[in-house]
């Protein structure tokens, strides 16, 4: 039976609000997200775009972005001034960040862009994203990684600046290569650090741990938000930054603490606790600034699933006690639950084809959702989650 069709937001509906919209904007600037994405995903996007005012000022200027405008090295400065001078200790600390550099776009290359999670803007990001009250540990583990940074600095000073972070290495390089091309110095960057025989190892190293995890890195599935990007690729495409959990007027995007596996840490999954995916919603997929969520409008979203409803007859009232209950029919926005007739009594019965897996009827169902939970579905792609229509109009 037909109902009535399910509005889409109205202008200002689901509206994110100046704290959520603050969320959006910072990581997207990245060239290092930027560019390591590009690669990955072979394409380019608005978001890709927007760091390219940052490489134009890079080959004119090279670290000028790193010395006046990034939050997360001014929190770095501001932490070695607390420490004091440690010259010898920084002289001792390894440069890395060339290697992270290469191992990221030798990585993205082969379609699994390790070490993305290291971008200094969503870092910073993912601090606040990660903001709300009461604390849980969900929401203080995300912030480790700017705290790292302040702890390094204090130990340490101009650690993270000048000897891990690649997006500071990645325009230090860019600078070398404009100065080079206006004729005011030779291209020689760091030759006791880029050397060719460490460039190829790095290089080989990085490609074969990149194929290495995406082929048997993928974990236990987990509920990703509508539109994800495969298993296997979104963790390495997530960079953590926490725009989806901050953007999500629901809040059922959480940063996973191990579910899905040492690979998937801080990326985001859904939990149906207190409530569940809007057929009127589609923030999270507005606010992805690297292609781990694809941006999706609303109709599109609509036509995807990220699981799918399996009831568990053993503990349905209807199917196991003969109690009449249907409530997760009655309150499914896509009318993916049919009833079966036993004895008599309507039954309720999931149909995979429809099914979104919004999470609607499990919160609606009495046994406390335990009759009927939401599932994922195990390693699916975009093309494979599309499901036929039902009652939301397209």
Same mark, same amino acid.
């Given at each position: 039976?037909?109902?009535?069709?399910?509005?889409?937001?109205?202008?200002?509906?689901?509206?994110?609000?100046?704290?959520?919209? &603050?969320?959006?904007?910072?990581?997207?600037?990245?060239?290092?997200? &930027?560019?390591?994405?590009?690669?990955?995903?072979?394409?380019?996007?608005?978001?890709?775009?927007?760091?390219?005012?940052?490489?134009?000022?890079?080959?004119?200027?090279?670290?000028?972005?790193?010395?006046?405008?990034?939050?997360? &090295?001014?929190?770095?400065?501001?932490?070695?001034?607390?420490?004091?001078?440690?010259?010898?200790?920084?002289?001792?600390?390894?440069?890395?960040?060339?290697?992270?550099?290469?191992?990221?776009?030798?990585?993205?290359?082969?379609?699994?862009?390790?070490?993305?999670?290291?971008?200094?803007?969503?870092?910073?990001?993912?601090?606040?994203?990660?903001?709300?009250?009461?604390?849980?540990?969900?929401?203080?583990? !995300?912030?480790?990684?700017?705290?790292?940074?302040?702890?390094?600095?204090?130990?340490?000073?101009?650690?993270?600046?000048?000897?891990?972070?690649?997006?500071?290495?990645?325009?230090?390089?860019?600078?070398?290569?404009?100065?080079?091309?206006?004729?005011?110095?030779?291209?020689?960057?760091?030759?006791?650090?880029?050397?060719?025989?460490?460039?190829?190892?790095?290089?080989?190293?990085?490609?074969?741990?990149?194929?290495?995890?995406?082929?048997?890195?993928?974990?236990? +599935?987990?509920?990703?938000?509508?539109?994800?990007?495969?298993?296997?690729?979104?963790?390495?495409?997530?960079?953590?930054?926490?725009?989806?959990?901050?953007?999500?007027?629901?809040?059922?995007?959480? +940063?996973?603490?191990?579910?899905?596996?040492?690979?998937?840490?801080?990326?985001?999954?859904?939990?149906?606790?207190?409530?569940?995916?809007?057929?009127?919603?589609?923030?999270?997929?507005?606010?992805?600034?690297?292609?781990?969520?694809?941006?999706?409008?609303?109709?599109?979203?609509?036509?995807?699933?990220? &699981?799918?409803?399996?009831?568990?007859?053993?503990?349905?009232?209807?199917?196991?006690?003969?109690?009449?209950?249907?409530?997760?029919?009655?309150?499914?926005?896509?009318?993916?639950?049919?009833?079966?007739?036993?004895?008599?009594?309507?039954?309720?019965?999931?149909?995979?084809?429809?099914?979104?897996?919004?999470?609607?009827?499990?919160?609606?169902?009495?046994?406390?959702?335990?009759?009927?939970?939401?599932?994922?579905? !195990?390693?699916?792609?975009?093309?494979?989650?599309?499901?036929?229509?039902?009652?939301?109009?397209?």
């Amino acid at each position: 039976m037909q109902t009535a069709p399910v509005p889409g937001p109205e202008p200002g509906e689901n509206a994110p609000g100046l704290l959520r919209e &603050g969320a959006r904007g910072l990581p997207e600037t990245s060239p290092w997200l &930027g560019v390591t994405t590009a690669i990955a995903t072979r394409s380019v996007g608005l978001w890709t775009l927007l760091g390219l005012p940052l490489l134009v000022v890079a080959l004119l200027r090279g670290r000028w972005f790193c010395r006046n405008m990034c939050p997360t &090295g001014l929190i770095a400065e501001y932490a070695g001034k607390l420490g004091g001078r440690r010259a010898r200790l920084l002289r001792s600390f390894p440069v890395l960040g060339p290697f992270v550099v290469v191992i990221g776009i030798c990585s993205a290359v082969v379609g699994y862009p390790a070490l993305i999670w290291l971008d200094p803007l969503s870092i910073f990001n993912g601090f606040f994203s990660s903001l709300r009250w009461p604390l849980t540990l969900a929401g203080a583990l !995300p912030m480790t990684g700017l705290l790292f940074i302040v702890v390094l600095g204090i130990l340490c000073p101009s650690a993270w600046c000048y000897r891990i972070c690649p997006l500071g290495f990645s325009l230090e390089m860019l600078g070398a290569l404009g100065r080079a091309l206006r004729g005011r110095s030779r291209l020689h960057y760091r030759a006791a650090v880029f050397t060719e025989r460490r460039v190829v190892t790095a290089s080989l190293a990085a490609g074969a741990a990149a194929l290495f995890a995406r082929r048997w890195g993928a974990s236990t +599935p987990v509920l990703r938000p509508p539109g994800s990007a495969p298993e296997e690729t979104f963790t390495a495409l997530c960079s953590r930054c926490g725009n989806c959990v901050r953007a999500c007027p629901h809040h059922i995007l959480e +940063p996973d603490l191990g579910r899905s596996g040492a690979l998937g840490l801080l990326t985001p999954v859904v939990v149906l606790r207190d409530d569940y995916c809007s057929e009127s919603c589609n923030e999270c997929l507005r606010v992805c600034p690297n292609g781990a969520i694809a941006t999706l409008d609303l109709t599109e979203k609509r036509r995807l699933a990220m &699981g799918y409803a399996r009831v568990d007859r053993s503990r349905c009232w209807a199917w196991e006690d003969g109690i009449p209950c249907m409530r997760c029919s009655e309150t499914c926005p896509y009318g993916a639950i049919e009833a079966a007739v036993v004895d008599g009594l309507d039954c309720p019965v999931v149909d995979p084809d429809v099914c979104r897996g919004c999470g609607k009827c499990q919160l609606a169902c009495p046994v406390g959702g335990l009759a009927i939970r939401v599932e994922p579905r !195990p390693r699916a792609r975009l093309d494979a989650v599309r499901v036929r229509s039902t009652r939301i109009p397209d």
